[in-house]
């Protein structure tokens, strides 16, 4: 990045004409909104100038369906063995023999995996951990969703591992060849995580058919990306006191990479695992939908119903899950390495040896007691009447409060908003963007800037383009205004912090489905709810990278600021925020990313945008148009990202940190 | 020597141990035993549906198996190549363009109607129609009092009627202005969020029209009408000339008609019996709602209600398979 950013203009003249440059863009644009009739092949799009991309896309999908589909349904039979085998251990039960002569092994008992996860807790993080990881599964039998859990939990386990390796090989391939990690894994990467799934689902389904097979790639199509990244970002971070070090122990260069460099990288790649299972975790409602059944399948038949309280407790469900994953994954990772034992393999092993044990004595009493493979009812309990009642409190007592502020904000705010992006001029934006790009990044930015915004011009999908925009920029809006505060408190204080990390993983984890369908019987459909819902969504980095970034200002700053006699107010900012920023503009960046992801739910919820266009193709299976309207969401979230990104490092420049 | 015997015994052991379990055992003569894949969708009736079906072929010895899907989509991807055999509901009121694309690529089979027969129309509740006495004829909308008396702030003085997801055929914005009902459509994105916005008008005795189908689990729980349009021909559709407005189409109802379940063209060759059945298979509209409500309302499980109706009607299933 730093020789785009030298070619930018530094000087002073270079400074104003910069401005110069952006100032006569927006009047431009100004111009052309105000009179759109004066030159409107400019303000408009022209029908005649679309480029059927649609169909271009939709000839190669046939293509690839006619000539390939031997490859990936040899690919997808492969991966269906271990998948399988995951399921009938967990769920499903392994079934031998058809007809009246079939009988079944019976799946691992609740009993042994609940005490599997409370020792596997205590082993590696003690007496917190065990309660958190056994009390959590329990938490899934008593609520009895035990069975669909462990359909996710099995998708989960086969996937994440999957995820992990490919993760460190494509991260560990860029950090050796930076240029290719320039120009080929970060765009793909890119491109992998702001594409919404259900764009390209159909292409999906006609290739690896429907099937859990399926949902694991699309899930790992979606989870690995971080763990790429980060892989990449700790392996750059290595001190090159760490890499001498290495080279004059007379390492080879494997055992430099597995000895030194990613130990060394550690907490980095610890990063990545966490997002790679939170990510992993968010995909359960789509991966339901082609196949994979599961929690997110009990979710959505929960609302069809308007079971709001089921649905909750499944959701609920996929958080105890994500947080009992992540902690346990966070305490084997923090685990350091025993010395070498040479002892035989069961003692060695007494651990595994144990839990094995313990799993197949539970399941072979849950021949005779069936209460160990299933629980009675009458022995579980639910939630589900008192959600269900406490919305409907609410919907009858202050259904009239809520519904006069949405109005008010409705007619006032949103609306207005709404006409005004619907009416950007095409080419003024463009022009816009592009003068931005420039001022910021240089020529090369700008160029990449101006290709993207005249690609979602070209598909003619402009206008819906213009109103996601409008609805994300709104919700990245609210959702920073709100995040970075609370993110500020937190920061301040650990008793706040510890209260808000739990409530941010669970928004983060739990499908927005579960609380969208409860906002809409409060704020009916419409952009409200879709707001209320992609603020709930994206406002977690918003929270988390302000926190982080306040906390990580280095204590020399901070007694420097206090030896020089700043005041409180002072030294949070001229001291704290300034050194801060570039982190909290991170996390405005992975807010806009998140909104953009939540469009798809949105179209959920009435919306008409990119997300809606998605759902169209989505039902005739028209794989052309789904992936062309992925794809203009997909640029619009590149372009806002490499603009902050450029203004991020411009930043870090002029402070002298980059 | 002595160590080479052991294992090989061992192994010997081991197959004749293994070899019945895994040996196709003669008691099920089916076709094949590759399992039969029917499709789950997000709504109760079907998946009952699926699970009764399912539970005959199984008690005819047949393997099942029952994947999750998408509606609409499904028709055109997982059952043109087999991922999905049977899928037991597909709605002339919503997927009619989708099955006609369906049949269009010759890799599935309409395989004759489920039984009961899809309606679906503006919907309102009964409180309603003291503010509106004209109902249920639809006339009685176009009176602005009548059209006011459903707005909200946002769409007044005009009614605000709550349709489906834009991906349903549903056509209200044509039906609004051909007939000239001084309404706004409002499209909510999932049915779920449909009937989020019913129950929540419901219990505040608000005033709500909405899109409302059956065999569903709201006409069963929540009093109402639906509202009388000039009853739909496919010409209202295709022809402007036709019905009250003369320049233009959709001045009717909606479409009502029938209930379809859809195979793969694979099937009839690789598992003719259970092709026999599932073209047999047929479910009275009554029983439907019955059992669909026992489920929804009284909280049985679809597994559970599924059974008991196999049990009760194995006679009908038996000759099924004759």
Same mark, same amino acid.
């Given at each position: ?13 270079? $400074? ?7 100032? =006569? ?31 271009? !896309? ?32 967990l769920a499903k ?47 899934l039998?008593?609520f009895d969703v035990w069975n669909n859990s462990m359909l996710t939990l099995a998708l989960?386990?086969?996937? %994440? ?20 990690? $320039? ?31 399926? =949902?694991? *790639? ?66 359960v409602?789509?991966?339901s939908?082609?196949?994979a059944g599961g929690l997110g399948y009990d979710v959505l038949l929960a ?7 089921q649905?909750?407790e499944a959701?609920?469900a996929i958080?105890?899950i994500? %947080? !009992? ?17 040479? $002892? ?21 009493? &849950? ?101 996601? *925009?409008? *609805? ?18 937190? &920061?301040?204080?650990?008793? !706040?912090? =510890? ?28 952009? %409200? ?64 990313? *998140? ?18 266009? !998605? ?44 | ?20 379990? +895994? ?45 999750t ?41 309409? +395989? ?30 176009? /009176? ?53 916005? +019913? ?84 479910? /009275?509209?009554?029983? +439907? ?34």
């Open positions: 990045m730093s020789d785009i950013a030298h070619s930018a203009p530094s000087t002073l003249n270079g $400074r104003w004409l910069g401005h110069g440059v952006v100032a =006569a863009a927006i009047a431009a644009t100004a111009i052309l909104f105000l009179v759109p009739d004066i030159l409107s092949p400019f303000a408009k799009y022209p029908d005649a100038l679309v480029i059927p991309f649609n169909e271009w !896309v939709g000839a190669v999908m046939a293509w690839l369906k006619t000539n390939f589909s031997w490859l990936t349904r040899w690919l997808a039979g492969l991966v269906e063995v271990p998948l399988r085998f995951a399921f009938n251990l039960g392994f079934k031998f023999g058809t007809g009246e002569a079939a009988w079944t092994l019976p799946r691992l008992s609740w009993l042994g995996v609940v005490l599997v996860m409370a020792w596997l807790g205590y082993i590696f993080g003690g007496l917190r951990l065990a309660l958190l990881c056994g009390l959590g599964f329990l938490s039998v008593l989960i386990i086969i996937c %994440v591992p999957f995820c992990i390796v490919t993760g460190l090989a494509f991260g560990i391939w860029g950090h050796f060849s930076p240029r290719v990690n $320039r120009w080929l894994i970060t765009p793909a990467l890119d491109l992998m995580q702001t594409m919404p799934t259900f764009a390209y689902l159909i292409p999906m389904l006609l290739l690896f058919g429907a099937s859990p097979v399926s =949902a694991l *790639l699309a899930t790992g199509f979606f989870a690995t990306p971080p763990m790429v990244r980060a892989t990449v970002l700790g392996l750059n971070k290595v001190p090159q006191e760490i890499k001498d070090f290495a080279d004059m122990a007379g390492c080879t260069k494997s055992q430099k990479l597995w000895r030194v460099l990613l130990p060394a990288a550690k907490p980095s790649l610890l990063i990545g695992v966490n997002q790679v299972i939170m990510l992993a975790l968010n995909m409602i789509i991966s939908m082609i196949g609302l069809r119903a308007l079971k709001i309280g649905a909750m959701g609920l958080v105890i994500a %947080v !009992v994953l992540d902690r346990l994954s966070q305490a084997i990772a923090q685990k350091r390495p025993e010395a070498a034992d040479t $002892r035989a393999f069961w003692a060695r092993h007494t651990n595994v040896a144990l839990a094995i044990a313990v799993l197949l004595l539970t399941t072979a009493l &849950s021949l005779v007691f069936p209460a160990l493979h299933t629980l009675p009812d009458s022995l579980t309990f639910t939630t589900a009447p008192y959600w269900k009642a406490g919305v409907d409190w609410i919907t009858i007592n202050y259904f009239d409060a809520i519904e006069a502020g949405r109005v008010f904000v409705l007619l006032n705010f949103l609306n207005p908003l709404r006409a005004g992006f619907e009416a950007l001029p095409w080419f003024g934006v463009l022009l816009v963007l592009t003068a931005l790009g420039w001022r910021l990044g240089g020529w090369g930015l700008a160029l990449v800037i101006a290709l993207l915004t005249a690609f979602c011009a070209a598909t003619g999908l402009w206008v819906p383009a213009m109103q996601t *925009l409008y *609805l994300c920029g709104v919700a990245a809006l609210v959702a920073s205004a709100l995040g970075i505060p609370i993110g500020l408190w937190c &920061s301040r204080s650990d008793r !706040v912090s =510890a209260i808000v990390t739990p409530i941010i993983d669970t928004l983060q984890t739990i499908p927005s489905f579960c609380f969208i369908i409860p906002v809409v019987m409060l704020f009916r459909v419409g952009d %409200v709810t879709a707001l209320i819902a992609t603020v709930a969504f994206s406002i977690v980095p918003a929270v988390r990278y302000t926190n982080h970034g306040i906390r990580q200002v280095p204590h020399e700053l901070l007694e420097a600021g206090i030896v020089s006699g700043c005041t409180r107010w002072q030294l949070f900012r001229r001291v704290q925020l300034p050194v801060a920023m570039p982190e909290i503009m991170l996390g405005i960046n992975q807010t806009i990313l *998140l909104s953009l992801a939540m469009i798809i739910i949105c179209a959920m919820v009435g919306t008409r945008d990119l997300g809606q266009e !998605v759902f169209k193709a989505l039902s005739k299976a028209d794989a052309g148009r789904g992936i062309v309207a992925g794809l203009v969401i997909a640029f619009i979230g590149i372009i806002a990202d490499r603009l902050i990104t450029a203004w991020v490092q411009r930043m870090r420049q002029r402070r002298g940190m980059a | 020597m002595s160590f080479k015997r052991t294992w090989k015994s061992a192994l010997f052991a081991a197959v004749a141990v293994a070899a019945p379990l +895994l040996a196709p055992s003669p008691a099920s003569a089916v076709e094949s035993n590759d399992p039969i894949k029917i499709v789950l969708f997000d709504w109760t009736s079907v998946n009952l549906n699926s699970r009764i079906l399912g539970g005959i072929l199984e008690n005819l010895g047949y393997t099942v198996e029952y994947p899907g998408d509606y609409l989509s499904s028709l055109t991807t997982s059952l043109t190549n087999g991922d999905i055999t049977l899928g037991l509901e597909y709605w002339d009121t919503t997927a009619g363009e989708a099955m006609k694309a369906s049949e269009a690529t010759g890799q599935t089979e309409r +395989l004759g109607t489920l039984g009961p027969k899809a309606k679906e129309e503006w919907w309102y509740p009964l409180y309603m129609k003291e503010k509106c006495p004209g109902l249920p004829n639809w006339e009685a909308l176009k /009176d602005p009092k009548c059209a006011e008396a459903f707005a909200t702030a946002e769409t007044t003085p005009k009614g605000r009627y709550v349709g489906g997801p834009v991906t349903w055929e549903g056509f209200d914005d044509e039906r609004v202005e051909a007939l000239g009902l001084p309404f706004t459509v409002i499209h909510a994105g999932t049915d779920a969020a449909m009937f989020a916005e +019913l129950d929540s008008a419901y219990q505040r005795k608000a005033p709500v029209m909405v899109w409302v189908y059956s065999p569903h689990w709201a006409p069963a729980k929540y009093e109402g009408e639906w509202v009388e349009f000039p009853e739909y021909t496919p010409e209202c559709y295709t022809d402007p000339k036709w019905g009250s407005n003369p320049d233009k189409a959709y001045d009717c109802g909606k479409p009502f008609g029938d209930i379809w379940k859809f195979g793969w063209a694979g099937m009839k060759d690789k598992w003719p019996v259970a092709y026999k059945v599932a073209k047999a298979y047929q479910i /009275d509209t009554n029983e +439907l709602n019955a059992m669909s409500g026992q489920i929804d309302l009284d909280g049985k499980s679809i597994e559970e209600v599924a059974a008991a109706w196999i049990a009760a009607n194995e006679a009908k299933w038996k000759a099924w398979a004759q």
